[in-house]
Nanobody, 116 residues
């Protein structure tokens, strides 16, 4: 079954931290560059971070130095450690293949809310 399941979101105060986790089916995860995305209220989905199978990473400018993406190739999981969270980080966070489109499988996402 092709699926993605995100978890770990919640409500946190400004400056706080959260760790998101994503479990992906093997057909999605194996061989793929994996990524985290987010969709804030009233905005389009945007790329947050990506990671290759060997572990090379890339980040959007707005999270550099605050977020860290990692993956476990044995468990088909990809995590996102988020530190120094700000209210503008409030969004639903999703994981998927890098450059996934609306035609790809998407999970339900996990809500992150940062209060000021």
């Amino acid at each position: 079954q092709v699926q993605l399941v995100e978890s770990g979101g919640g409500l946190v105060q400004s400056g706080g931290s959260l760790r998101l986790s994503c479990a992906a089916s093997r057909s999605i995860f194996t061989g793929s560059i994996m990524a985290w995305y987010r969709r804030a209220p009233g905005k389009q989905r945007e790329l947050v971070a990506r990671i290759t199978r060997p572990g090379y990473t890339g980040y959007a400018d707005f999270v550099k130095g605050r977020f860290t993406i990692s993956r476990d190739n044995a468990k088909n999981t990809v995590d996102l450690q988020m530190n120094s969270l700000q209210p503008e980080d409030t969004a639903i966070y999703y994981c998927d293949k890098y450059l996934a489109t609306r035609y790809d499988v998407w999970g339900q996402g996990t809500q992150v809310t940062v209060s000021s």
